[in-house]
C-alpha cells in the first residue's frame, strides 16, 4: 500500500492548536530496542505497517535507546507526505558522551551505553535537546513537544518554570504544534496543566480498565480547562495486553500480583461475555474519556501493529457503554 492509498484512522484536534492526532498513535520506545533488540528491518516494517493501518501519530523520546528511537522513526517517515502525520519527541533529557562507557544501557535499553542521558529542564536545554532531535530524526520540525518525566519536586518546578514557557513560546513562534509534558503520576500533571499554558499531557498507566484515580485530578482539569489528554500504558505494561491473562503478566513493569491477575481474569471473563476482549476493551476505554484525544501503543513488529489496529473494530454488539456500565455496577470500574 502507498503512503497515498492509505486510510487514515480517525483524528481528534489538541485543544484548539490545529494538530490532530490518529486515535491509535505508535509508540515507539520499542524500536529503540527497548527491553530487548530489534534489528533495522523489523523495526522499519513496523513504521511501515502502522502508516498501512491508518496510524498518523508517532511518538519518541531521545531517552528510547539514546537516540536509537528517534534516528530509526525519522528514517522511516522521512519520505512520507510530511503534512499527514504527527511526531512528537520529549525534552528533558539531553543525550551526552560518558566519562565511563558501559557495555549496555543501564535504562532498559538494549543499546551500546557509551551515552548517557544528562537531565536538564532550562530553558537552553530545551532549545539544545529540540535541535539535536531534528537532527537524528532529519525531519524538518517536531509537532507535539513534551517535558519527559520531571518526577522529582525540583525538576518539576523547573519544568514549570522554565521548560514549559520555552515550548510555550516556541509554539507562539510556530516552531512546534503543541507542548505538554508526560509522566506516571497524575497529580504533577494536573499542575502543568493548571499552572501553565500547555495543550497537552502524556498520562502514562494512570487511566486504565485497573486504574482510575485520574478521575480525581488530571482528567477533569484537562476538561475545565479545554485542554487534552493522550492517554499511554492503557495496559499496564502487560497485564491487560491479552484476553488469556498469563500468571507472568507485568503491571507496571514488574510482575503483577495475585489479586490484581484475578481482578484482570475477572475483566476479561465480563467481556467476552460482552461480545469483545480485553486489551480491546483496554483501548476502546481510555478513548471514551471526553478529554482523551489518543492512545498510544507500543508496537515492536508489523503483526503487533496488525494486531492493535484490529482492536479499535472489536466493539461489542450492545456497545461499549453497556460493558462501562456492567463493570461499574460490579464495582470494577469508575466512571
Known amino acids: 500500500m502507498t503512503a497515498s492509498s492509505a486510510q487514515p484512522l480517525p483524528t481528534r484536534e489538541v485543544r484548539s492548536t490545529g494538530v490532530r492526532l490518529s486515535t491509535l498513535g ?3 520506545a520499542v524500536i529503540g530496542n527497548l527491553f530487548r533488540r ?7 516494517a513496523a513504521v511501515d505497517a502502522a502508516w498501512d493501518a491508518g496510524v498518523r501519530y508517532f511518538d519518541t523520546a531521545p531517552h528510547y535507546g539514546l537516540g ?24 528533558g533529557r539531553l543525550l551526552r558522551p560518558r566519562d565511563v562507557p558501559v557495555d549496555r544501557d543501564d535504562e532498559g535499553f538494549d543499546v551500546p551505553g557509551d551515552v548517557g542521558r544528562v537531565r536538564d529542564y532550562s530553558r537552553d536545554g530545551v532549545l539544545r535537546s529540540i535541535e539535536e532531535t531534528l ?30 514557557p520555552a515550548l510555550v513560546e516556541l509554539r507562539e513562534q ?73 500468571d507472568d503478566a507485568n503491571w507496571n513493569y514488574e510482575q503483577a ?11 476479561a471473563a465480563l467481556c467476552a461475555e460482552h461480545g469483545t476482549t480485553l486489551p480491546a476493551a483496554a483501548v476502546a476505554f481510555a478513548l471514551d474519556h471526553p478529554a482523551v484525544v489518543g492512545t498510544v501503543l507500543g508496537m515492536r513488529t508489523a503483526d503487533q501493529v496488525v494486531r492493535n489496529a484490529g482492536l479499535l473494530s472489536e466493539e461489542p454488539a450492545g456497545g461499549w457503554t453497556a460493558l462501562w456500565d456492567d463493570l461499574a455496577a460490579r464495582g470494577l470500574l469508575r466512571r
Do not use: C, W
Open 257 to 267: 500480583p495475585a489479586e490484581l491477575l484475578a481482578r484482570a481474569r475477572r475483566l
Open 38 to 44: 530489534v534489528d533495522d528491518e523489523t523495526a522499519r
Open 174 to 246: 510556530g516552531v512546534v504544534g503543541a507542548v505538554g509534558a508526560g509522566m506516571n503520576y497524575s497529580a504533577p500533571l494536573t499542575r502543568v496543566l493548571r499552572e501553565t499554558d500547555a495543550d497537552v499531557v502524556m498520562l502514562a498507566g494512570r487511566y486504565t480498565l485497573l486504574e482510575q484515580g485520574s478521575l480525581d485530578d488530571v482528567l477533569p482539569a484537562a476538561q475545565e480547562l479545554g485542554k487534552a489528554v493522550v492517554a499511554v500504558g492503557v495496559f499496564n505494561s502487560g497485564l491487560l495486553a491479552r484476553q488469556d491473562v498469563p
Open 26 to 28: 505508535f509508540g515507539a
Open 68 to 91: 536509537l528511537s528517534e534516528r530509526r522513526l525519522g528514517e522511516a517517515l522521512r519520505d512520507r507526505p510530511r503534512d499527514e502525520y504527527v511526531i512528537s519527541s520529549k525534552v
Open 135 to 164: 537532527a537524528r530524526t532529519g525531519l524538518d520540525r517536531v509537532d507535539v513537544v513534551y517535558v519527559h518525566d520531571p518526577d522529582a519536586p525540583e525538576d518539576l518546578d523547573r519544568a514549570i518554570s522554565e521548560a514549559l
